[in-house]
């Protein structure tokens, strides 16, 4: 186990996909609490893919705070694919101990955020990312922007 430093808050590898339940319920209150572009039925559709493929396909890193699952990040080629933290510990650290975990495994990280999710990017933008390019459509080609993001220098 890797303790992040912050009080309370450890990070480990996901324990497989006996977990990934848990994941798509902290998952669903993210998305809840910061993407109110999307519909419920969006929200339903990504669920889905979340913990049909999406989960599968990054290495995870789990977020513990007093042993309790409170975030996750998967990365993949170089890329964090997803960031997410239970809307309930928004703010004490979690998804900042996640971000620097993965960067510090991988300097050039880059990642994507919707760009009508303007706390998102202001949390990457705190982290030294910059708007590197920006996409009309996810990579469903559904009508929802994607801001590509790095760190330059």
């Known amino acids: 186990m890797d303790n992040s430093g912050r009080e309370g808050l450890v990070l480990r590898p996901c324990h497989g996909s006996q977990e990934w339940p848990v994941l798509v319920r902290i ?6 609490a910061t993407h109110h572009f999307l519909t419920v039925d969006d929200i339903d559709y990504y669920e889905h893919r979340v913990a049909s493929e999406y989960l599968g396909a990054v290495e995870l890193t789990v977020a513990e705070s007093d ?10 080629a170089g890329k964090l694919e997803m960031l997410f ?68 220098g």
Do not use: C, M
């Open 27 to 32: 998952w669903r209150t993210a998305v809840e």
């Open 67 to 76: 042993g309790v699952s409170v975030g996750f990040s998967g990365v993949a």
């Open 85 to 152: 933290v239970d809307r309930a510990h928004h703010g004490h650290g979690a998804g900042s101990a996640l971000l620097s975990k993965a960067l510090a495994r991988i300097p050039g990280l880059l990642v994507d955020v919707n760009e009508q999710n303007p706390q998102a990017l202001a949390f990457y933008r705190r982290h030294g990312f910059v708007v590197l390019d920006r996409s009309d459509t996810d990579a469903d080609g559904r009508p929802f922007p994607i801001l590509h993001l790095g760190r330059r």
